[in-house]
């Protein structure tokens, strides 16, 4: 990375730094600090959203899974986009109509029992680290390819991680959800400008998608392997056609017969328990703007994620034919192909804009990992103050307290994944796991789709819920996930082995199966009748609407009348 | 004119106490002071029911859609081996285009049919003639 890239980002960073100052909450308040006074419009809160979302298994990951493994690489794209309909259908409108700060205090509410708000917030923070800790190698994995260089004697890899976290700590810290979530949205439009401006390079030089799609998948599917010590092109097998080797454009790269159901369950389940995403939803100011911000989401993430298929492609498709005019390449390649898939962007990147390219994708990069970083501490915070302190701990706490205990746990959360990250040297678990980063994310998602989303759905459409029903759901569906995902890294992921590793598609119908059962046998909330006006009653939309426009009218009025 | 600077004064209530919520039993001014806007539990439980058919119509077609793309994968040779554009195959095509444009005409679909349903089922009373004179 040039000294111009680096420059580059640390101005990012200030500004980044400077927009959360500025947009700071006015006053001590937790509806301002967790929620951003639930004012936050519909564009801002899908840009903030898909900022959120979006990590650097989006950005890089989903790229170098088409690269990789061609058509099957192209079911990760699907299966996070996808994943935002069941959001939409079932759970965006109503949960923002219901109020409350985080998925546990909503459920602990819901179901009127502080014993299922405590097992959520573990559950949640146990899906907040599997997904913060990734982002926190990823970060430290970037720094050390692009700058290559450490700070204040630490190595490159921990000083990425630091760096990292102490901004982003920062941003949230002071910032809030006001300031985290503009500087979210603004993250979101830089990332998909970065992936805007490559496509544009690339299709500008000539490059034709459906021709490459032709010319890749006319030889078999190649990737590197080091074997004895030396590197070499290894062909992939088809896993739907023994026998025959895979290619780019069909079936049978990565997947197996059940691996792409698998896959896509786990994905689209898991977006619905992301605690990240789902307290986005609280910031809208009414039930239907949530739901229109999914609408939103939806038509930005199929924006994205058609660019982030492409590019993979394109990357597959002209890496190897830039590597005799591209002496640079050699190290990075094996007869052509990118020995470190998660490079495919940044290479690209380098060949078509050179070295401010690389340094815009890679900045990209970062943006993405940090932005998902500060969704997570905030809903980390939001679980740990409002629900833990504020519910438990001190239930007298003033407005002022809350919110220093919320930034007391954005810190002490940072610090902890940091220090996981720091103990988690990724290449030391090389041999375990093919990438530990990709491992953590898909694991975050199963957990989130295996134990909170059906019981979340569960409590939103069926009055029968109880408490005992959702805590036993949850339980089961936890304890599924995390067996069945233990006992992948001792079967190879094939077989049965494609079930084990994205679990969600048994574990979810098992929880639901448990809390319909207990649910049965148990008692409701007596105020259900109130709970149930409550989220899915409009009065409060409409009240909220109507305030709108006569505040509208009433500035309007205040202009005229100067 | 009275209502409305009773409205914007609860404006500034929320705000000066950072009340949860509209509806918060945490003893915001809002739970207090339901005011002009409330539902009536047989009309929610209509209005629940409807989009409730809505969420789960929609469902189907989108489980149909992301089942059947795997499904035709495995027993339809055409699916995966057939050319649509250039060297894409259909399967190809969906996984790349197809589905995106398929969740967003989905999304949009259910969003409005939602909202309508809500907008024509819950807020009857709010419709209803009212007195010109109480604004004067």
């Given at each position: ?327 640079w390449l050699a190290k990075l390649t094996v007869d052509g192909v990118l020995r470190v898939p998660e490079h495919a962007p940044l290479v690209l990147g380098r060949i078509f804009g050179g070295e401010a390219g690389l340094g815009f994708i890679a900045i990209g990069a970062l943006i993405a990992v940090m932005s998902t970083i500060a969704g997570l501490l905030l809903a980390s915070a939001a679980s740990w103050g409002h629900d833990v302190y504020e519910r438990h701990i001190n239930p007298a706490a003033s407005q002022r307290q809350a919110v220093w205990a919320g930034r007391g746990a954005v810190i002490a ?150 | ?136």
């Amino acid at each position: 990375m040039t000294a111009a890239s680096v420059i580059a980002l640390g101005v990012l960073l200030l500004a980044v730094t400077v927009l959360a100052i500025v947009l700071r909450p006015g006053r001590a308040s937790t509806l301002e600090f967790y929620l951003a006074g639930r004012r936050v419009g519909v564009a801002t809160n899908a840009c903030a959203i898909c900022g959120d979302y979006f990590s650097a298994a989006s950005f890089l990951g989903v790229a170098a899974a088409v690269y990789v493994s061609g058509l099957d690489g192209l079911w990760y794209a699907a299966g996070f986009a996808a994943g935002f309909v069941p959001v939409l259908l079932f759970v965006a409108a109503p949960l923002r109509r219901f109020g409350e700060f985080s998925i546990p205090d909503f459920l602990g509410r819901r179901l009127g029992s502080d014993r299922v708000r405590l097992i959520a917030v573990c559950v949640v923070q146990l899906i907040i680290l599997s997904y913060l800790v990734p982002q926190a190698v990823g970060s430290g994995i970037t720094w050390e390819l692009l700058v290559g260089e450490g700070v204040f004697g630490l190595t490159p890899y921990a000083t990425g991680v630091v760096l990292s976290t102490v901004a982003i700590t920062a941003l949230v810290v002071f910032g809030g959800m006001r300031g985290t979530t503009w500087t979210q949205a603004v993250q979101f439009l830089l990332l998909l400008a970065a992936f805007v401006w490559l496509a544009v390079v690339v299709l500008a030089s000539g490059f034709s998608y459906p021709d490459a799609v032709a010319e890749l998948d006319a030889e078999p599917l190649a990737n590197p392997v080091l074997s004895d010590g030396e590197w070499g092109l290894a062909t992939e097998p088809n896993r739907l056609d023994p026998g025959a080797p895979a290619t780019f454009g069909e079936p049978g790269g990565r997947y197996g017969p059940f691996g792409q159901l698998t896959l896509m369950v786990t994905l689209v389940m898991g977006t619905a328990g992301l605690p990240h995403i789902m307290n986005r939803y609280f910031t809208s100011p009414t039930g239907t703007a949530a739901r229109m911000t999914t609408v939103w989401v939806l038509g930005l993430a199929g924006l994205f994620y058609t660019l982030a298929v492409l590019l993979g492609t394109a990357s597959r498709s002209l890496i190897a034919r830039a590597v005799p005019e591209e002496p640079w390449l050699a190290k990075l390649t094996v007869d052509g192909v990118l020995r470190v898939p998660e490079h495919a962007p940044l290479v690209l990147g380098r060949i078509f804009g050179g070295e401010a390219g690389l340094g815009f994708i890679a900045i990209g990069a970062l943006i993405a990992v940090m932005s998902t970083i500060a969704g997570l501490l905030l809903a980390s915070a939001a679980s740990w103050g409002h629900d833990v302190y504020e519910r438990h701990i001190n239930p007298a706490a003033s407005q002022r307290q809350a919110v220093w205990a919320g930034r007391g746990a954005v810190i002490a959360v940072a610090m902890f994944s940091a220090a996981l990250a720091l103990g988690l040297r990724p290449d030391s678990l090389t041999a375990l796991f093919p990438s530990i980063v990709a491992t953590m994310v898909t694991w975050a998602f199963a957990l989130a789709g295996s134990a909170l989303a059906p019981v979340f759905i569960l409590a939103i459409w069926w009055r029968g819920t109880t408490s005992r029903g959702a805590g036993a759901g949850m339980i089961t569906g936890a304890v599924t996930a995390i067996g069945m995902f233990a006992s992948a890294t001792l079967v190879a992921d094939k077989g049965a082995g494609e079930v084990l590793l994205a679990p969600t598609i048994v574990a979810a119908p098992l929880a639901v199966l448990v809390t319909v059962i207990v649910s049965s046998r148990t008692p409701t909330p007596k105020d259900l009748d109130r709970l149930w006006l409550r989220l899915h009653g409009t009065a409060a939309d409409r009240r909220a609407t109507r305030l709108a426009r006569l505040t509208i009218v009433g500035v309007n009025g205040d202009r005229s009348g100067r | 004119m009275f209502r409305q600077a009773r409205s914007l004064a609860r404006v500034r209530d929320v705000r000066d106490t950072g009340a949860h919520s509209p509806l918060s039993d945490d003893g915001g001014p809002w739970a207090a002071d339901i005011g002009d806007d409330y539902d009536m539990p047989a009309d929610v439980d209509a209005s629940f029911r409807t989009v409730r058919k809505v969420a789960v119509g929609h469902f189907a077609v989108f489980l149909c859609v992301v089942v059947g793309v795997p499904v035709l994968t495995l027993t339809v040779g055409w699916w995966s081996g057939g050319r649509l554009i250039g060297g894409m195959s259909p399967s190809f095509v969906m996984a790349a285009f197809g589905l995106y444009v398929f969740f967003f005409v989905l999304a949009v679909a259910a969003a409005t049919l939602s909202n309508g349903v809500e907008e024509r089922m819950l807020g009857e009373q709010e419709r209803e003639p009212v007195d010109e004179s109480d604004d004067s």
